[in-house]
């Protein structure tokens, strides 16, 4: 009986080790297709989002809620800093609105404003498509604090010249994002984002990338 107890413990050992070194074996582009899968099946998501702006003589700090729902809604609440506390940006797949609590205005954008809104970006799904069309682009992989990341950096084609580099890092184990940096055109920060509280695929209900009814 203790012979048989110490096999059964032996071959739980062996699978284990088996199950671990498939995952350290895979390659970052295997990595980046279970990743890619992930994405694809994902309907919605919500986080926080920490946002350091990196100006010539200053930084300013934001604090965010997104919201994101297939195949291009999203709804961006400002957080902090507390005179900012309740701003929003809307897009419902036709029009992006933006709503300023203390004037109790919304405005709607043009539509060529919609499609090069900056912040579009700071959306996984908007950054992932734009890293699979891009020509440039780059797959490396990076542990933190003995966690590891897959590292995706892409050149960005905007005439803005403080966007001219992309570079997300998504956690291995759960392909949820850590944090996303932006490069101007002398390759210096410009923009940076941390990702917390991220939740894949949660109910939320359409209504909410309607204007009218987040007044």
């Known amino acids: 009986?203790?012979?048989?107890?110490?096999?059964?413990?032996?071959?739980?050992?062996?699978?284990?080790?088996?199950?671990?070194?498939?995952?350290?074996?895979?390659?970052?582009?295997?990595?980046?297709?279970?990743?890619?899968?992930?994405?694809?099946?994902?309907?919605t998501y919500k986080c926080k989002v920490k946002m350091k702006v990196y100006g010539n003589k200053s930084e300013k700090l934001y604090l965010l809620e997104h919201i994101f729902k297939k195949p291009n809604l999203f709804y961006i609440k400002m957080l902090k800093p507390e005179e900012s506390n309740g701003c929003l940006t809307i897009y419902n797949g036709e029009n992006m609105w933006l709503y300023?609590?203390?004037?109790?205005?919304?405005?709607?954008?043009?539509?060529?404003?919609?499609?090069?809104?900056?912040?579009?970006?700071?959306?996984?799904?908007?950054?992932?498509?734009?890293?699979?069309?891009?020509?440039?682009?780059?797959?490396?992989?990076?542990?933190?604090?003995?966690?590891?990341?897959?590292?995706?950096?892409?050149?960005?084609?905007?005439?803005?010249?403080?966007?001219?580099?992309?570079?997300?890092?998504?956690?291995?184990?759960?392909?949820?994002?850590?944090?996303?940096i932006i490069f101007n055109e002398n390759n210096e920060l410009s923009l940076e984002v941390e990702y917390f509280d991220f939740e894949y695929n949660v109910k939320i209900e359409k209504e909410i990338f309607q204007m009218q009814n987040n007044k």
């Open 100 to 180: 300023h609590p203390q004037i109790e205005e919304s405005y709607m954008l043009k539509k060529s404003f919609n499609d090069t809104y900056t912040d579009k970006c700071l959306f996984i799904g908007y950054f992932l498509r734009n890293f699979l069309n891009s020509n440039d682009k780059l797959i490396e992989e990076e542990v933190i604090n003995n966690k590891k990341y897959l590292v995706l950096t892409k050149k960005d084609n905007s005439k803005s010249e403080y966007r001219k580099k992309e570079k997300l890092w998504m956690k291995v184990q759960d392909f949820k994002p850590y944090k996303l």
């Open 1 to 43: 009986m203790k012979h048989f107890i110490l096999v059964f413990i032996a071959v739980i050992i062996l699978f284990i080790s088996a199950c671990n070194n498939n995952e350290i074996n895979k390659t970052k582009e295997e990595i980046f297709n279970e990743l890619q899968k992930t994405i694809d099946e994902m309907e």
